[in-house]
């Protein structure tokens, strides 16, 4: 005799809530005591609940992506002041100043790398899902706009879904039109933010950028250089750029890092030979086989 046995015996919460909505006011049930813990505010932005809100924040995410389908991904990090090149002359033309206009310029000559991330996020963008289903190299940026706006939009431009993980920040910012909707997240927690950045990463473009791109640049070689993180391709667009801001030789002239942790990164200067490089890092050794559909959490060390 075939028995009809329930999946679940309580209430699932979303059902409780709504019957909570449903109670009769009196004074005890109007107290900000009585509301479901789930459902209170006051109480969730509590600093005694700052371990609590850590957790929404990494599980959210995570399982948003996770049911998206969403293997690996390919990270950008970047400015968010470099315009794209056909806005780069009305950037000149508003310099007041003669600093104004020769920063202008600079950034102008750094418009290249807009079209660059945008190409090579197309490029990453056509990899095929692997053997389980799940998409390989999803593109994923800061949401934002200049670079993070350019990888989006490439990939929205190759008819893929991109990532992107926006921050509350205290001046108003939104996240760019090219960003996927349901791939569209928000963070109060920087450490957070960053961590769903490497979770998934199998590959890094790093372009030329400020404080916030040095931040994500810099944690991510800390990570891989002590063996917190596997090794994976860090792409560092523009040397010019990094050699004027960054004296990586002197490093290690200095005794403060090895030779060897200069391997960890490699200077490009275009898509194609970023994407070049990304495809001979993964064809070099038959034991990273991830591509081939063992999903985000089968990086293995090399």
């Known amino acids: 005799m075939k028995k009809d046995i329930p999946k679940r015996v309580f209430p699932k919460a ?21 509301r479901l813990a789930y459902q209170d505010p006051d109480f969730l932005l509590r600093d005694d609940l700052r371990p609590v ?9 995570e399982l948003l992506l996770d049911e998206a389908g969403i293997g690996s991904t390919f990270v950008f990090y ?12 009305a950037i000149i033309a508003a310099a007041h ?3 104004q206009r020769r920063i202008a310029e600079r950034l102008k000559a750094k418009a290249k790398y807009y079209d660059e991330a945008r190409r090579l996020a197309m490029l990453a963008s ?3 899902p692997g053997e389980d289903g799940r998409r390989q190299f999803v593109v994923c940026s800061g949401g934002g706009p200049s670079i993070m706006e350019a990888a989006n939009r490439g990939a929205m431009e190759a008819g893929a879904e991109s990532i992107g993980l926006n921050i509350v920040l205290p ?21 957070l933010r960053k961590m769903h950045f490497l979770l998934r990463a199998r590959a890094v473009a790093v372009f030329p950028g400020g404080f916030g791109t040095f931040d994500e640049f ?66 070099a050794t038959k034991e990273r086989v991830w591509l081939k559909g063992r999903g985000a959490h089968a990086h293995p060390a090399v």
């Open 14 to 34: 979303a059902e409780d809530a709504a019957v909570a909505k449903g109670v009769v006011e009196t004074p005890q049930t109007a107290d900000p005591a009585y």
């Open 53 to 61: 809100r850590f957790q929404l924040e990494l599980l959210k995410p």
């Open 126 to 128: 056509a990899t095929p």
């Open 218 to 283: 810099f944690e991510l070689l800390t990570l891989v250089q002590t063996g917190k993180m596997a090794v994976l391709p860090i792409l560092l667009f523009g040397k010019e750029f990094w050699d004027r801001v960054v004296d990586f030789e002197a490093l290690v002239e200095e005794g403060v890092c090895s030779p060897t942790d200069l391997d960890l990164i490699r200077f490009v200067e275009t898509a194609d030979e970023a994407w070049e490089a990304v495809n001979d890092y993964y064809a």
């Open 97 to 99: 100043t003669d600093t």
């Open 78 to 89: 970047g400015s968010a002041r470099i315009p794209e090149p056909a806005k780069a002359d």
């Open 171 to 191: 001046f108003e910012q939104a996240p760019n039109a090219y960003v996927t909707p349901r791939l569209s997240f928000q963070f109060h927690y920087f450490a």
